[in-house]
């Protein structure tokens, strides 16, 4: 199972993004991981929250543009070259890593990675075969 990202287009102003995230708060929606980046005229943000499909009904009730995509959220091992203990196997197996950002909170002492790629399942299947563990719906109830 992948984990729910929601990706959220906001227009470049001041504001916006404090927006977002005090709707989602009113609705007790809280989020895992984040990321954003902007443009001249937008910005984008990717969220990983506790109830994505509820996310998503809310931001479609205020008329947010966004989309959800499946991603993959894999502990870094704690160990020198742990970040390449993931990308090494995903370059040698060609898949591309179209983005990468991290948990604000984690399960135990590992860093969880929020990994967009261009082929989920087989990005998966890596992984495992490489001993990274990924984390999936418990990535929701993470205090």
Do not use: C
């Amino acid at each position: 199972m992948a984990v729910k990202q929601i990706s959220v287009l906001l227009g470049n102003v001041p504001g916006s993004f404090a927006k977002l995230s005090h709707i989602l708060d009113l609705e007790d929606i809280s989020t895992k991981a984040v990321s954003a980046a902007s443009t001249k005229e937008s910005s984008r943000v990717r969220l990983v929250v506790n109830d994505p499909d509820r996310a998503a009904a809310l931001l479609s009730s205020y008329n947010f543009n966004f989309e959800i995509t499946e991603v993959l959220a894999a502990e870094v091992p704690l160990h020198t070259g742990g970040m390449n203990a993931i990308l090494k196997p995903l370059s040698k197996a060609e898949i591309n890593i179209h983005y990468l950002y991290t948990t604000i909170n984690r399960i135990g002492r590992e860093t969880i990675l929020i990994l967009g790629v261009d082929k989920l399942d087989e990005a998966r299947e890596i992984l495992e075969q490489n001993w990274i563990h990924l984390i999936d719906g418990e990535i929701y109830s993470i205090p």
